[in-house]
């Protein structure tokens, strides 16, 4: 099983930008899909991004598409998550995540339920 560690989070002006970071380790990290979830108060954990294992495919959902950049790298064990244009909407707790099988095509509709792993979350504050 992957461990994971996120960094980056913390509070910025709406319009501004942050990179989460998520290091790895424990399992041979070039195998699984990672993805990026997110948990406001009250609310349910929701879907960001994932990248699949070799960084070719990726996936968003509609409210980061064109602000929010997946990438990951196999080398170093690290997947990233660029936020630009943040929204206070975008406050949450963000939290990296592994899937659990090997070379696993993700489908388009990506849920929390699809993966094993879990940080231990880093909070993204954005000011109106």
């Known amino acids: 099983q992957l461990q994971l560690v996120e960094s980056g989070g913390g509070l910025v002006q709406a319009g501004g930008s942050l990179r989460l970071s998520c290091a790895a380790s424990?399992?041979?990290?070039?195998?699984?899909?990672m993805g990026w979830f997110r948990q406001a108060p009250g609310k349910e954990r929701e879907f960001v991004a994932a990248?699949?294992?070799?960084?070719?495919?990726?996936y968003y959902t509609d409210s980061v598409k064109g602000r929010f950049t997946i990438s990951r790298d196999n080398a170093k064990n690290t997947v990233s998550l660029q936020m630009n244009s943040l929204k206070p909407e975008d406050t949450a707790v963000y939290y990296c995540a592994a899937d659990p099988t090997p070379y696993r095509i993700l489908s388009d509709y990506v849920v929390p339920a699809d993966f094993g792993s879990w940080g231990q979350g880093t909070q993204v504050t954005v000011s109106s």
């Open positions: 990248i699949n294992w070799s960084g070719g495919i990726t």
């Open positions: 424990g399992r041979t990290f070039s195998r699984y899909a």
